[in-house]
């Protein structure tokens, strides 16, 4: 008998099912967090939001298989192991652990669809789920919805907190609740920036590899959502470039025109700047990229409520969390309060550049240390996760919305999914699964297409036509 070690083995082989191209990047991430030589298969939920070819390259992470699927072929093709597809006939071979990286409604329908289709087999996949970034609004909804995974991922230690006292407030296992970190946040943490003098419109760097005090500002999809407030926010970045001509001001866009990401943007940045009278100054730029690489050139970080915001102070990188708009539930900023980065375009205009509160950045597993370190934060996720996939029998996932506790709300989750209310696909619901031809996608993409007009041109003008 081979001797045991006191880590268990690590998955061998991982599938991601994500449905927007930043709950990809967590589920990606985190996959290659919790077994870093893993295999990763992922799989993409077929929708409005499905990431495009530009957005998947934008996060950089490579995956063995990729390919798209309905919520009800991710299920069918899971009740005998693991969905075929590009990987053919291997591709029926056993999967280790599934991350599923998706809204709250969809992780309960996978969640019921694969208890169905595993029914009472011991030996199964662990599943995994999580929240992408700050958790600042439907708290109790969006936990329940995902209570019946083996483990939910919480960011921060004040975030496992709350998630085990919902689970315990409503007499449902907590359990399941295992302290994890941001994946896109390094293991170590950056030296403090200096604003110095950055913060009145110097540079960083010396000699040859100077360079202009850069600001950048992280605009999120549907944060704040009126067309008022969206051209309000780009138009004081741009007089924030204006006051200070020595700066170089940048706005971090999430999506291209016609792309959609988590959230439905109908009034993209881009179309705003076409209208500013005067246009954007030589100093003042939109940009895309993905967020890392920005930061690395970052020195002032500006942003209404975005989790762009916890990786900029992982990285000692100054941040401010705009106050313009009031501190609100609906903008999310109330997340920040205590943080020491509330702060308005005014003060960022006289030169201000905020200090963040250590004890705040630390308890939301952010830059932390000691037992809270990134490092052992996912060295004990591993173990959990490699614990539960060497053990011999798992017991059969048990979601806490059942037809008894919700029989009002819990059927219409599945439905939309394509599940009846016992979690079977629905007839007609799983089609061929091999790839589409190109008819198929050129048809799907058509569509697609025509929904992002919709939200983007045709929805905003019916909207004004309404308040007329």
Not at 8 to 22: C, E, F, G, K, Q
Not at 169 to 195: K, Y
Not at 275 to 300: I, S
Request: charged share 20%.
């Amino acid at each position: 008998m081979p001797s045991r070690t006191e880590s268990p083995p690590s998955p061998s082989r991982i599938a991601v099912l994500a449905d927007s191209d930043t709950r990809w990047k967590w589920g990606a991430l985190t996959a290659r967090r919790l077994a870093p030589h893993a295999r990763l298969d992922g799989l993409l939920l077929r929708g409005r939001a499905t990431p495009t070819r530009r957005q998947l390259a934008e996060v950089g992470v490579r995956a063995e298989s990729l390919r798209e699927v309905t919520a009800a072929e991710f299920v069918s093709g899971f009740a005998d192991g693991f969905p075929g597809g590009a990987t053919g006939g291997a591709g029926r071979e056993r999967c280790d652990v599934v991350v599923l990286a998706c809204v709250g409604g969809t992780v309960q329908a996978m969640l019921h669809g694969l208890a169905r289709a595993w029914g009472t087999s011991p030996r199964r996949p662990v599943v995994v789920t999580g929240y992408v970034g700050v958790v600042y609004e439907k708290l109790a909804d969006g936990l329940l919805l995902r209570h019946g995974a083996d483990v939910v991922l919480a960011n921060s230690p004040q975030d496992a907190a709350r998630f085990r006292e919902v689970y315990e407030g409503v007499g449902a296992s907590a359990d399941s609740v295992t302290e994890w970190a941001l994946p896109f946040l390094s293991e170590s943490t950056a030296e403090p920036r200096q604003g110095g003098a950055g913060g009145v419109g110097g540079g960083s760097g010396s000699g040859a590899e100077r360079r202009p005090f850069t600001v950048v500002f992280a605009a999120q999809p549907s944060v704040p959502e009126n067309r008022t407030d969206r051209a309000y926010l780009l138009g004081r970045a741009v007089r924030h470039a204006r006051l200070h001509p020595a700066r170089e001001v940048l706005v971090k866009l999430r999506s291209r025109p016609g792309e959609h990401t988590t959230h439905i943007e109908e009034l993209p940045y881009q179309k705003l700047a076409t209208r500013l009278a005067g246009g954007l100054p030589p100093n003042c730029r939109l940009v895309y990229g993905h967020m890392g690489d920005v930061l690395d050139r970052t020195d002032l970080l500006v942003t209404v409520s975005s989790t762009a915001a916890l990786e900029a102070l992982h990285r000692g990188v100054p941040t401010a969390v705009l106050t313009d708009l009031g501190i609100r539930e609906a903008l999310g900023n109330h997340h920040f309060l205590g943080s020491g980065c509330l702060v308005s375009w005014d003060r960022l205009d006289a030169g201000e550049i905020p200090e963040a509160d250590a004890d705040w950045v630390a308890c939301q597993g952010v830059a932390a240390v000691g037992p809270y370190a990134h490092g052992a934060v996912h060295d004990a996720a591993r173990r959990r996760v490699a614990g539960l996939v060497e053990r011999a029998a798992l017991p059969p996932l048990a979601p806490y919305y059942t037809p008894m506790t919700a029989p009002g709300y819990l059927p219409g989750v599945l439905a939309r999914h394509g599940l009846d209310p016992e979690g079977r696909p629905l007839p007609g619901a799983v089609r061929d699964q091999g790839e589409p031809g190109a008819l198929r996608r050129a048809v799907r993409e058509a569509a697609r297409g025509a929904y992002r007009h919709g939200v983007q041109r045709v929805a905003p003008v019916i909207r004004r036509l309404g308040e007329l």
